[in-house]
Structures are given as C-alpha cells and as structure tokens.
C-alpha cells in the first residue's frame, strides 16, 4: 500500500521528504528492534516554568561549558521544588536546564522583518513547541502550526497494523480558539484531540471484533465491518484520479487511514495479552494517564500527547477571581514594555502550577513502572518528554526548563540534572546568549525511538549579529555512553 | 499541476508568509471576460452539514452517536476546506456513525421498504431487481446526484455478496453504511468541466445543486433542487436566483440564518467554561444558566430577525428581544409569569440597542471579574471590522488592573487608562480603548451600569479605522454609527464569501467582493439579498478548469 501510494506521489512529481510531506506516511521498520518497542509520551503544559523554581544549581559546574550532576545521591529536600514531587523516580529522570526554542526566535525575527503577520510570542511558542518550526501565518487570523509535530511525525513512522498511529488525548489550552493546539498532522492541521476519557476508552476498545466462533445475527454483521471498509476504501481508489491534484491528495490521504481501519479491525489485537481494565473514577487527568498505560501496555499506540489542562485557581487555594493566566505575567522578576507588575503571589501560585503538573508526571511514571515488561517495565521502554511552548510565563523562549523520564530502552542517560552552557547569540537583536536549540532534542527523540533523521524541523537560523546557528544534529551529551 | 505545487512546497518551506492572496493552496485560478474566479477546493462535509445532512436525509431516526472530532477554525469558520485533513479519528467516527444509522434504518421495516423502493424480495429475480432499485435510488439521494452505471454495479454486486452471507435487510444495513462512508457522500466532489485547462467553465449542475444546499441549507439538497439539476437548470443567473429565493423561504434556511453570524461574530464564545462564572461583586445572581440564557436570546434575536427580513443595521440597532426570566432579570425588566418562556420586549430605550448591547457580546468579551475594554475593542475590530488586531508584545501585563490599597476608589476605566498610558501601548490601545471604554455602561455580566466602585461611570470613546469615524457616547451611539459603516458592511460581505467557498476570497476576487459589498450597502445591508448574490455570483457559480 505504502509503495503503491508513494509511487503515486512520485508519479505527480511529489517525492516523498519533499515540502509535501504531510501527505507522505513513510514508515521505517525499527532496525535491530529491541524485544520491547520504544514508546514515546509528551506532557504538555501551558505557560512555561518558574525557572527560580525548577532550576538546580550544580555544584563546581562550569557556566561556559556543559555541567550535570547526578541525582541518586540526593534527598527529597535536595530537588527543587518543581522536580521534588519526582523524587521517586529521580534514577529514571534527565532534568535538562539551558535548551532555547530557537526556531520560534527566529520565526519571531522573521516576522518582525517582513512586518506583517500574527506576531505574538505565545501563539508561536505554542506552533513552535512540537514543530520546531515556523508558524503557519494565515490570511486575517492567528497563527498555527506550521508543519507536522515530532509526535505525529513518530506516529505515522511507528504505525503498523492494529495500532492507532498516535493518541492525543487532553483538553484545550486557554479557552478560547485564539490558542492553537500543541499537535498537527500537517501545517494549519490539528490532531483531533480527546478530552472525555470514556470517549478515549471506547476508541482504545473499538480495535476489537468478534471472534469468528459466534454466529448471532449482530455478531455477523458486525464481523462484516472490514468487508464494508474495503467497499469504501475502493471507492476512494476509484474516485481520486478523477479529480485535481489537491482533491486527489486529500482523498488518498482518506482512503490511506480507512485501509488502516480495515487491516486493523482484521488483526487479531493484542487485547488479549493485557490488562484493559479502566477505572473511571479518578480525575480526569489521572483516567488519562492511566489510559496511556492501557494504550501503551496493549501496544494499541506507541505515541501518546497529553495536553495537559490549566486548573482553577480554588483547586490549589487560589482565590475565585484569579486565573493563572493573570498570574503568569506578573510571575518573573523584571521590566516590560508596559512597566514592572512583577508579584511574589504570582510567582508562587505559577510555581504550584508547576509542582501540580509535576505531580500528574509522577502519578504517569507510576502507571508506567507498573507494567512489567521483558526484563524491565513499560517504563524502561518509553520516554515521557515534558515539555512547555515558553521558557518562562512571560513568554520567554530561552533558558527552557526540560524534563525526560524513562530510559527509552537504553537510548537516555538518566538519574542526571544537565544544564548546557547559553554561548549562541541569539536571532533577536539585543537579547542574552541562548543554549543549544530544542530541535536537536528533537533529533534525539527521533533517534531514540530508532529513526535515523539527524535534522527535525527547522535546520538552520541566523542570529541577530549575522553568525550562521545550526540546528542539527542529536544532543549527544543525553545519550548513554557505549 | 507541477509548477503550482511546487510553488507550494516554496511557500511551506518559506514559512508560509500570508501573501498578498493569501491562497492557501495550489489551486488553479482564472478568470473570463474580465472576471476573475478563484481556486475550488475540494470541500469536506463539516461536522455541522454531515449530522444536518444525516437528519434531513433520515427524518426521524435518532441513534445516540459518538462526537466526531471537532472541525479546526479557521478565522472562526468551521467549513475552511484548507482545515480538513482527514485523521485517525475521524475515520473511525464516520465508520462508527455510519454503522449505528444504518442499524437504526435496517432494524424498522417500515424504513428498509422505503429506501430499497421495494417489499418483495422473495426469489432471486426479485432480489437484484429491489436490490438495484435500493441503490439507485438511496445512493441518489446521498451522492446528490444519479448514479453512473459503473457505480450502480459495484453497489449492487456488494449488496449481493452481503445478502448471501447474512441476509437481504443485512445487506441493506451493510451497503447503506458502506455509501454512508463513500467520498461521493463525505465530499462535495465537483467533476472537473470540460475545457482548457486555466479557463473558466460553468459549475456541474448536480455539483451546483450541492453548492447552493450546503450554502443555504448547511445539508444536501431537495428533491426540487435535484431535479432541476437533472434538468441541466442551474446554470444562469436568473435561474439561481430563483432557486436562492426559494431556498431562503424554507425552514432549513434558519441554518444559516444563525450559523453564519454566529461563526462571523464569534456569537457562542459566550458558551466558554470561563463564562460560567461571575464574581458576585459583579452579579451574584449569575450561574451557568444565565451564560446559556445569553447565547439563546442571541439566537432567537439573530435567527428570527433574519428570517423576518431583517438588515445588518438590525442586528446592531433593533431592540427587539427575546427573554426569559433570567434575561428579564439582566436587563432589568419586570419579571416574566413564566420564568421558563420565552417572550418578545422591547429593550429600555436609553439602555439598549443591537448586538453590541446585549449579554453575550458584553460578557463574552469581558473577564468574570471585571470588564475589558480592550478585550470588547479587539472584539469589534476584529469581528465587524475585519481588521487583524496586532498581538500584545511579548511581556506586557495582561492582568486585570487592580486599584492599589489606599488609593481610593477608580472606575475601571482609570485603571485601564493608567495601565495602557505608555506611548508604546497607546499605538494599539488608543484605537482599543477608544471602542471599549464607551461600552462602559455595561458591566461583565452585560448590566446596565451608572456608577463603577461609587463613581459615575465615563462612557465617552472613539471610533476609529472606519469611514465613520468619530467621537460618540455609548453603546447605543456606537452600535447606531457602526451600523451605517461601509466597512461593516464590507467585512461581512468578505465573511459570507468566505462561508459561502470555504476559503478565504483570494485578491483576484476583490473586484467581486467590492461588486458585492457595494449591492449590499444599496441594499442597506438585507442580508437575505446579499446571501442571494453571492448564490448567482460568478465565482460561486464558476470554477477554474484544472489538469487532471
């Protein structure tokens, strides 16, 4: 199928890894697969961190040079008080402190030189985030996401039959369409997102048909639901060439993803072998983290994105009238363009936000550990990555605040906190040194789930003063030595 | 089709700058005897049409259905063709969705007598006879159009090989749901005319048939607008129009009545959780049911105006109102016998107007703890201006200003004033304020208010960046010169062309958008004329011959 369609792009001219690629579904197998698949989940959290917060000094380490220490030795007290509710897990967690989101600060430079465009640092942070590259600028409205993310890009590389490319489950950012969402299947394209856990639930158990042996009258009909998708999916075949290039896209990329529904409801899943077993009972986020497991463990996906919610300020004893929104722009020490609103309160609820969502990371570490698996858990073969579209509440894109947890079957060094050294000029003019760009973690991520790719996103930027910063490359400073 | 689409992979290595067309993709456009036609997407059914579509085909049948992934907005419009990549999801909800319709139909006996056209079916013979009447006729009706012989065959041969392995009401369930899925269902696919290629050919009549239905319907067509198809008369300018005349008259019209202006103004932002809340400082009787209360009387103002020929100028001046007890409550009107019905008023006088007066523009554009006057500014320049508000720069304080401890009491409007007094934000907020602080009669659940924390309330503002520009007092002086403003009248041309096509209008479209903006300010803004126009309009009427 892949073959037939690729030669079917090739045919119009479009070789797949051209610009084209969100039509192009290109799958690698994982060459010397391990016995376990490596398994990937991002936790996203709106609003960046309280660095004072979340950073760890280490001792003796240089400020020019990359630093790390390890965090075996240490205390609960020892972690700062964004991490400490990890400290559990601290053998499995590589906290990273340095990283900048360089792409979005040359987008950002971009746009303010073309003068035209959705120009405000938190949407681009949020297009940017899981892009790495450009926002998608679009005719009198908001920007978007400009290309595919790191985890869509993962899905459509890990699918296979049986399996749904990704789950992206979670809920909306600030309410309001003005934010775009973290993940895209393409440019201006958001992954459909689940926010209702039971929904999510029966999507997880929608895989499984009918064993043959029954014979009711519902049963075989309902057995007959790959028949009626090959049905369909031959429609698509019939109908696409008769149409322009654009529509024949859009129906072959439909047609692709009823062909997956087809084999999959064909294979007999792996259900069977696992617990799919669901309380829904807990929060919901607890309900989500716990149907990352189930989805993992089944090997239903191997890529999961949790957009993380944005709490009321009662739930962590913040008055009624508050939001984080308001706190997070009074929650940095420092001038503004608009005079100094810097606020103690403010930093410290932001703060809290912090150790709430550090909190929900444990409790997804914990249903992850849980699951044996090999000779290790579920954990051992995932890396949950938690990330955030802003370095700092204030929109801030550099001096990021980083977590991976999980070893991604050996691919990480863990049990360390890495600070890299801020040596870059950055692409806008008078502003600080910046560290390495995210999308090199990026490259590692995809190296680490066993992709070859040494570039994700953006390649390459211009800083401010004209020195040429290259994007590429794997932080190999992560990885665990040979 | 190379050359275009390798501009576009330009374009997205680029980074995608919103160029002076702003097309998002690379569609053919062309133009004849000077009037430029823009690209023709291929359009998906938004969730909005396929569920209208599923009702108006099936009257009556009601399983309980999974939520299909939401439609992503474009400028607030839920039918952006650029928009519709299809997903995982979604392929797995139509499956489902299709399954539990055509359940639904197959188990009622009565139902499969009336799609397969038949109720003998007990020989062989009898079978392919009903079985291809069945496909005929109810792939007709959801393709839109007549079946070519090619498509009649393999339906039928499906159907045959489905009665063998389960039974002759299965097969119907399993075709029904098989069609149910199908691109001729799902999209609104248009052949590609016959012509040269970059010319400009006259809209396929069934594909035309659609057009107008998902326009002026949000659903699939009657059988009148499928007979004329078959008629080959939907192709004159006349001939639309009086299909476009019909159309509006019918009930399913109160679709778009509500539909467009709703995404065009952005009117159930009010529908978000954060407006669930007010603090009682400002209204202590508020609660989730007053949120909802607001968006209905939007509804029923906006869809009953229109439906009764009302104007643009109506939905921004009309006091006309539709209460419950809670909206009486809000406004300040005697309580209603029956705080549960709703009953037509007339608004105070002094204290009311359109659109921009009312609860749901007021409180939705307003914190829960206060209002914002820029936040209402952005609203309006946004919305009814069609200008692209500049983002805040990075770092400011988009707090609500508070008045410090022991400074005294401050309207909101001083402490805005205060906030946003730096040059750096008076480029923006001068324009901002300028609309939002004459709105200050208004408190963040939409009441009318005099004083603001003991102080009389300054509701002197701006307008600013319109052909009306000037100095006003209120809400009611705002709405009454906005509702006379060319660029209103402008904007929402552009936005229901924008509706009407899926895409935004591309620049070589101007000519016809200022065509059509100028009928509709002569027309003093009857929106039933202008969504008539747009109907018979050329670039609704037309497409770009493209290479297969």
């Not at chain 1, 009074?330 to 103690?344: A, D, E, F, V």
């Not at chain 1, 070859?452 to 211009?462: I, K, L, N, S, Y």
């Not at chain 2, 103004?265 to 007053?290: C, F, K």
């Not at chain 2, 029956?338 to 008023?345: L, R, Y």
Request: hydrophobic share 40%; aromatic share 6%; charged share 15%.
């Amino acid at each position: 199928m892949n073959l037939r369609r690729r030669q079917l792009l090739q045919g119009l001219g479009l070789g797949v890894g051209a610009g084209l690629g969100v039509f192009s579904r290109e799958r690698s197998a994982l060459a010397g697969a391990p016995a376990a698949p490596s398994r990937i989940v991002f936790y996203v959290q709106p609003h960046g961190h309280i660095p004072n917060a979340w950073n760890m000094a280490i001792p003796g380490g240089p400020a020019d040079q990359f630093a790390e220490r390890s965090l075996l030795d240490l205390d609960a007290a020892d972690l700062s008080p964004t991490l400490r509710p990890l400290y559990g897990y601290r053998d499995r967690l590589l906290a990273i402190e340095g990283l900048s989101h360089t792409s979005a600060l040359a987008d950002i430079a971009a746009v303010t030189r073309a003068g035209t465009g959705d120009l405000n640092n938190h949407q681009i942070g949020v297009a940017d985030v899981l892009t790495g590259s450009r926002a998608l600028q679009r005719t009198g409205t908001y920007c978007s996401g400009g290309a595919r993310t790191l985890d869509q890009e993962l899905a459509m590389r890990t699918a296979g039959p049986g399996r749904f490319d990704s789950r992206v489950y979670g809920f909306d950012y600030i309410p309001n369409s003005v934010v775009s969402p973290f993940s895209y299947l393409g440019p201006g394209q958001a992954t459909p997102m689940v926010s209702d856990p039971n929904a999510a639930f029966s999507d997880l158990l929608g895989y499984a048909i009918p064993a043959p042996a029954t014979t009711s009258r519902a049963d075989l009909l309902r057995s007959l639901r790959p028949s009626v998708l090959d049905a369909v999916g031959r429609e698509y075949d019939l109908l696409a060439p008769k149409l322009g290039a654009e529509g024949r896209q859009k129906l072959e990329q439909h047609r692709a993803l009823v062909r997956e529904l087809e084999v999959s409801l064909g294979s007999a899943g792996p259900m069977a072998r696992c617990d799919a077993t669901f309380d829904n009972t807990a929060t919901s986020v607890r309900q989500f983290m716990s149907l990352i497991r189930l989805a993992l463990a089944c090997d239903l996906t191997r890529v999961v994105t949790f957009s993380a919610p944005v709490p009321q300020c009662p739930e962590l004893g913040y008055p009624a009238d508050a939001t984080f929104h308001g706190y997070a722009h009074q929650s940095i020490l420092g001038n503004t363009s608009c005079g100094q609103m810097y606020s103690p309160l403010a930093e410290q609820a932001m703060t809290d936000l912090d150790a709430w969502h550090a909190g929900h990371v444990a409790y997804l570490l914990q249903q992850l550990d849980s699951v044996s698996e090999g000779a290790g858990t579920l954990l051992d073969h995932t890396v949950v990555v938690w990330v955030t579209e802003l370095a700092t509440p204030t929109h801030q894109h550099f001096d990021i605040c980083t977590l991976l947890a999980g070893g991604c079957n050996g691919y990480f060094n863990t049990g360390r906190y890495v600070r890299y050294p801020r040596t870059l000029p950055t692409p806008l003019p008078n502003q600080p040194l910046i560290g390495p760009a995210h999308n090199r973690l990026h490259v590692s991520l995809m190296q680490a789930m066993g992709q070859p790719d040494t570039t994700f996103g953006m390649t390459d930027a211009v800083a401010a003063d004209g020195t040429a910063l290259s994007l590429r490359g794997p932080l190999t400073e992560l990885q665990r030595q040979p | 089709m190379g050359v275009a689409v390798v501009s576009l992979v330009v374009a997205l290595a680029a980074g995608c700058d919103a160029g002076e067309s702003g097309s998002p993709a690379p569609y053919a456009v062309a133009a004849d005897a000077g009037i430029a036609v823009g690209p023709a997407p291929l359009r998906r059914l938004s969730d909005g049409e396929y569920l209208n579509a599923l009702h108006d085909l099936f009257p009556g049948v009601l399983p309980l259905l999974p939520d299909l992934p939401p439609d992503v907005p474009v400028a607030g419009f839920d039918n952006a063709a650029e928009a519709q990549l299809p997903s995982d999801v979604l392929i797995a909800r139509y499956e489902a969705i299709a399954n539990l319709y055509a359940a639904a139909l197959a188990a009622d006996t009565d139902a499969v007598h009336g799609l397969v056209g038949c109720a003998d079916w007990s020989s062989p013979a009898l079978a392919t006879s009903c079985a291809t009447q069945f496909v005929s006729q109810t792939g007709g009706r959801l393709f839109r159009r007549t079946l070519t012989g090619d498509e009649r065959e393999r339906f039928v041969t499906r159907f045959q090989g489905w009665q063998q392995a389960v039974d002759f009401e299965g097969a119907v369930q399993l075709t029904l749901s098989s069609m149910l899925q199908s691109p001729q269902f799902i999209y609104r696919v248009e052949p590609v005319p016959a012509g040269s290629p970059g010319s400009v050919a006259s809209v396929e009549a069934y594909a035309m048939a659609t057009r107008l239905s998902f326009f002026l319907w949000e659903s699939v067509p009657d059988d009148v607008l499928l007979a004329a198809a078959s008629r080959d008369e939907l192709r004159t300018e006349g001939q639309l129009r009086a299909q476009a005349t019909r159309m509006l008259a019918d009930d399913r019209a109160r679709r778009v009545f509500w539909s467009f202006p709703r995404q065009w103004l952005g009117l159930d932002r009010i529908l978000l959780d954060e407006h669930s809340v007010r603090t009682p400082e400002v209204d202590p009787g508020w609660t989730a049911a007053s949120q909802a209360s607001a968006s209905e009387e939007t509804e029923l103002f906006v869809e009953n105006l229109i439906t009764q020929g009302g104007h643009l100028s109506d939905l921004l001046t009309s006091r006309r109102a539709w209460v419950n007890g809670e909206m009486a409550r809000i406004y300040g009107l005697p309580a209603p016998g029956d705080p549960t019905a709703w009953t037509e008023v007339s608004l105070p006088p002094a204290e009311r107007s359109g659109l921009l007066t009312r609860a749901s523009f007021l409180a939705a554009f307003s914190h829960r703890g206060a209002t914002s006057p820029p936040v209402r500014g952005n609203g309006i320049q946004l919305r009814l201006l069609c200008q692209m508000p500049i983002s805040p720069p990075p770092g400011v304080d988009l707090s609500q200003p508070m008045a410090a401890p022991g400074e005294g009491p401050q309207t909101n409007r001083m402490l805005f004033e205060t906030r946003t007094k730096p040059a750096a934000c008076q480029g923006c907020h001068g324009a901002l304020n300028g609309f939002g602080f004459g709105l200050e009669n208004y408190n963040a659940a939409g009441e009318y208010q005099t004083t603001d924390d003991g102080l009389p309330v300054d509701a002197a503002g701006t307008i600013s960046g319109t052909d009306v520009d000037r100095p006003f007092n209120g809400g009611i002086a705002l709405s009454a010169a906005l509702a006379r403003s060319s660029v209103v009248h402008g904007c929402a041309t552009q936005e229901l062309l924008r509706y009407a096509l899926g895409r935004a209008p591309v620049a070589v479209e101007r000519p016809t958008v200022a065509a059509l903006t100028s009928d509709f300010t002569r027309s003093g803004g009857d929106i039933r004329a202008l969504l008539t126009d747009i109907a018979a309009s050329p670039t609704f009427r037309q497409r770009v011959v493209e290479e297969n």
